[in-house]
């Protein structure tokens, strides 16, 4: 009989709660049928709104394995499954180069000569592992389509070798930050999870969870304004962990109530242009 991880999505809650990441009822439910149909998790947003901390706080509380690929423009399958040891096969090669090659050729595509990246890595994992593929939408649609064996079948397919099936099945959790539109295939294989920024509501309870110290009546009077900011058309809104240091940046310069001047003299902490900086200071 299947094991699962978590009873209800009541449980998921606490549990993340336990690791000091508040989720609401939707991620709770999401990551609860993700265990109970194995599917893959694929979390759009915005930056900075927790997609991948959602991952390693996963992982955390399964005490699994956090494997991480990280998605950029020209990533290929050399980087994101595996690749073979070109240098060591040579050297094989040419230390036995009286051998028939169909003998050499079946020793020097072994396992001794793969070399395995994230994908093929969680695949051959042992012992069930979280695998984030983050920034999913970075990549090219022909990258996109390596992952569909993977995320349908849980599988990776070498030529030289067969396909080779997941000794466990992992987590996974796709991120995306929305830049492009993700084609059908992969979002058929997941459970969709949408992430934005909190409301000032819960900001002020992430803020009170993640900054020790920091008094309700400033983290209150932090999340409002971060609100009233992202409001504005900016060239890049606050994300949360921004949120975040900017509390830290207060409290280390002991403030306790913020008005124009801490704005001005510590803006440069939550916004990254100074476009930016100059539009809110003008609005405040």
Not at 133 to 156: G, M
Request: charged content about 30%.
């Amino acid at each position: 009989m299947q094991e699962f991880a978590f009873p209800s999505p009541s449980v998921v809650a606490d549990r993340l709660r336990e690791r000091r990441y508040l989720a609401d009822d939707r991620i709770a439910q999401v990551v609860f049928l993700a265990d109970r149909l194995g599917k893959p998790i694929l979390v759009e947003g915005p930056a900075g709104v927790g997609k991948t901390e959602l991952a390693k706080s996963l992982a955390g509380v399964l005490e699994r394995r956090l494997v991480r690929l990280q998605c950029y423009e020209g990533l290929d399958e050399s980087k994101a499954l595996y690749e073979w040891n070109y240098k060591k096969q040579l050297l094989r090669i040419q230390a036995d180069d009286g051998r028939p090659w169909n003998e050499l050729e079946a020793d020097i595509f072994s396992d001794e000569f793969l070399l395995t990246r994230p994908l093929l890595e969680a695949i051959l994992a042992p012992e069930p592992v979280v695998l984030l593929i983050d920034e999913i939408d970075r990549v090219e649609v022909e990258t996109e389509a390596l992952l569909l064996e993977v995320l349908s079948e849980f599988q990776v397919t070498i030529p030289e070798l067969g396909t080779l099936q997941a000794a466990s099945v992992p987590l996974v959790v796709l991120t995306s930050n929305n830049t492009r539109e993700l084609s059908e295939a992969l979002k058929r294989r997941c459970l969709f999870l949408h992430l934005d920024y909190p409301s000032a509501d819960r900001e002020r309870e992430i803020l009170l969870t993640k900054v020790p110290g920091l008094e309700a009546a400033l983290a209150d009077e932090i999340a409002k304004l971060v609100r009233s900011i992202r409001s504005l058309p900016l060239k890049k809104a606050p994300s949360i962990s921004e949120s975040i240091d900017w509390a830290r940046t207060l409290l280390a310069l002991g403030v306790r109530t913020v008005d124009s001047a801490t704005i001005e003299d510590t803006a440069h902490v939550l916004l990254k242009y100074q476009a930016d900086i100059d539009k809110v200071l003008a609005d405040l």
